[in-house]
C-alpha cells in the first residue's frame, strides 16, 4: 500500500521533474506521519530505499519535535533491510542495542566509511551522538577521512572573520547557466539571502531578474525582503531540523497546495533542493565566483546534503509570535525553513509570501497568478556575512 502511494503521486502532472519527486517524497512523509500518529501497522519491506529513509525522518521527526514514542517502530526497523545510516539513526533514537548488533553495525559502518563521503559526514554531523554510543572509533575514523569537513565542524559552522567582500562579490558576479542541469535553470531568477552567524536575527534578500538584472521596486530602488533561517530547536544546520544551511540551493517552483495553513501559512511553499553531489563538488563550484570556490562559506549545504536533510521550503505560517521582546519577532521559527512573516500585528497584516511570489514571477517574465508560481526558477545563494546580533541590512553590504 505504501508503495501505491509513492507511486499514484508520480502521476500528478508538473512541469519539472524535480516537482514530481518533492510532491511525492512530501505526501509519503505525511502518509507515514499520519500512519504512525495512529498506530498503523508499517510493512517497510515493501519500501523502496528512498522510502525507508522517509519512515526513518518520520520517526526521527516525531520524537524529537513532539516527544512521541516510536521505539517500537524502530526496534522493528533494525530486524529490517535498511542501510548502515538508518540502523545507526534508529539506534540513535533509542539510546542502546544489543552488544552483539552494535558490533555488526560498527563492522558494517567501517566498511562504508571507505566508500560512502555522506556517510561520513553523517558520522561527523553526529559525532556526540554517537561517541555516547560508545562508537567512538568510527567518529575517529570519520576524522581521519574527511579531516577539513571535521574542521569545519568542529567550529560549529563558525565563520573567521567578516564575508561581506565575497557576499558584494556573490552579488556582483554572474554565473553561466547556459548548460548547467540542461539548461533549467538559465533565464531563471536568482535569489540572494544575506544572514548574520547569529540566526536569532531577521536574514536579507535581494534579487536579480532572468536578464540578470538587481530587482527594483517601482520607483526605482532596491528591492529588498527579509526572512529568517532559524531552528526552533537551536541546532545547526548539519543536523535534521537544524538552521537552513548557507550554500546554493535550486528553486524548483512551488507545492501544488497551499495546505497545512498552520504551519505554511495561506500561500503556497517555495522548493528548495540541493545542488547534486559531484566529484570535489565541482557543480557548485561552477555556480560560484572565483574567490568563492576557495572559501567554505557554501559547506553547510553541502554536509546537510550529505547527512540527508531534505523538505525545505520557503513559507509563512499560520501560528502567531506571543513574544514581542523577541529578537526575530514577528517571524516563527521552524524546523529549517526560510520562514516569511505572516498575520496581523500591531495593526499591520503580513504577507511576505505572497509579496515573494509575486515578485519572483514578475522578475522571471512572467504574470503574477497562481498557475505560474509551480513556473518559478531559479537559485538561491545564502551566505552568512558577519556575527552581529543585528537583523541584516542593505548598509552592512555597501551596496
Request: aromatic share 10%; net charge negative; proline share 4%.
Amino acid at each position: 500500500m505504501l508503495r501505491l502511494l509513492s507511486l499514484l503521486m508520480l502521476l500528478i502532472s508538473f512541469s519539472a521533474f524535480a516537482q514530481n519527486i518533492n510532491v511525492e517524497e512530501e505526501s509519503f512523509y505525511n502518509s507515514l506521519t499520519q500512519m504512525i500518529k495512529t498506530n498503523k501497522k508499517i510493512h517497510t519491506f515493501l519500501m523502496s530505499p528512498e522510502e525507508k529513509k522517509i519512515f526513518v525522518d518520520v520517526l526521527w521527526d516525531l520524537k524529537h519535535l513532539e516527544e512521541m514514542d516510536v521505539e517500537n517502530y524502530a526496534v522493528d526497523g533494525l530486524e529490517q533491510d535498511f542501510d548502515i545510516q538508518q540502523k545507526i539513526r534508529f539506534v540513535m533514537m533509542l539510546g542502546s542495542a544489543p552488544f552483539d548488533l552494535m558490533n555488526a553495525l560498527a563492522t558494517e559502518a567501517l566498511v562504508n566509511l571507505k566508500t560512502r563521503q555522506g556517510f561520513g559526514h553523517f558520522i561527523l554531523a553526529y559525532e556526540k551522538e554517537i561517541n555516547q554510543l560508545g562508537m567512538n572509533h568510527l567518529v575517529f575514523q570519520a576524522k581521519m577521512n574527511f579531516p577539513e569537513v571535521a574542521k569545519f565542524l568542529n567550529n560549529g559552522e563558525a565563520r573567521v572573520g567578516n564575508q561581506t567582500q565575497l557576499a558584494r562579490d556573490l552579488w556582483e558576479s554572474t554565473p553561466d547557466l547556459t548548460s548547467y542541469a540542461g539548461g533549467r535553470y538559465n533565464k531563471g531568477i536568482k535569489l540572494y539571502m544575506f544572514c548574520s552567524t547569529n540566526r536569532l536575527y531577521a536574514c536579507l534578500m535581494l534579487g536579480k531578474d532572468a536578464e540578470d538584472r538587481p530587482i527594483l521596486n517601482a520607483d526605482g530602488s532596491l528591492w529588498t525582503h527579509q526572512s529568517l533561517a532559524s531552528s526552533a530547536r537551536n541546532i545547526p544546520s548539519f543536523q535534521r531540523n537544524g538552521n537552513t544551511p548557507a550554500g546554493v540551493h535550486h528553486i524548483d517552483g512551488v507545492m501544488p497546495f497551499a495546505d497545512q495553513n498552520l504551519s505554511f501559512g495561506k500561500f503556497r511553499r517555495l522548493i528548495l533542493n540541493f545542488v547534486p553531489a559531484s566529484q570535489n563538488e565541482s557543480l557548485t563550484r561552477s555556480l560560484l565566483p572565483e574567490a568563492s570556490r576557495s572559501s567554505q562559506w557554501w559547506m553547510p549545504s553541502v554536509v546537510a546534503r550529505d547527512v540527508g536533510r531534505s523538505l525545505l521550503r520557503i513559507h509563512g505560517t499560520g501560528r502567531i509570535n506571543t513574544w514581542p521582546d523577541s529578537s526575530w519577532y514577528p517571524f516563527i521559527r521552524t524546523s529549517g525553513c526560510i520562514a516569511q512573516r505572516e498575520n496581523t500585528y500591531n495593526g499591520v497584516e503580513f504577507t511576505d509570501q505572497r509579496i515573494l511570489l509575486d515578485t519572483l514571477m514578475l522578475a522571471q517574465g512572467l504574470e503574477p497568478k497562481f498557475e505560474n508560481e509551480t513556473r518559478i526558477k531559479g537559485l538561491l545563494y545564502f551566505i552568512e556575512i558577519n556575527d552581529q546580533a543585528k537583523a541584516v541590512s542593505v548598509s552592512d553590504l555597501g551596496l
